[in-house]
Nanobody, 115 residues
Framework: VQLVESGGGLVQPGGSLGLSCLAS????????MSWYRQAPGKEREFVATISGDGGLTTYADSVKGRFTIARDNWKDTVYLQMNSLKPEDTAMYYCNTVVRSDSYWGQGTQVTVSS
């Protein structure tokens, strides 16, 4: 299983940014995909998850209404569209999946929200 995130960067408060995670090495469409984030000095926290068919999504309260998770099962890619970004959204963002009880992580992509 390999997960490769991309799309991070520096954005001003109130701005938008889109992240992507390309998956390989497993039957992608059969598994939930999730985004987590970790800010400096803090524990990694859940951001959003999406079911294999894309019909079920769940969000952390802190991002609900601002972030949207989506997936393309033809491209084996999961996305995180982030709008109305706040400085407290600054973190390393990680893609995650659990395949047969094993949890897999990408290398992360940095998102910095600052003026």
């Amino acid at each position: 299983v390999q997960l490769v995130e991309s799309g991070g960067g520096l954005v001003q408060p109130g701005g938008s940014l889109g992240l992507s995670c390309l998956a390989s090495g497993f039957t992608y469409a059969s598994y939930f995909m999730s985004w987590y984030r970790q800010a400096p000095g803090k524990e990694r926290e859940f951001v959003a998850t999406i079911s294999g068919d894309g019909g079920l999504t769940t969000y952390a309260d802190s991002v609900k209404g601002r972030f949207t998770i989506a997936r393309d099962n033809w491209k084996d890619t999961v996305y995180l569209q982030m709008n109305s970004l706040k400085p407290e959204d600054t973190a390393m963002y990680y893609c995650n999946t659990v395949v047969r009880s094993d949890s897999y992580w990408g290398q992360g992509t940095q998102v910095t929200v600052s003026s």
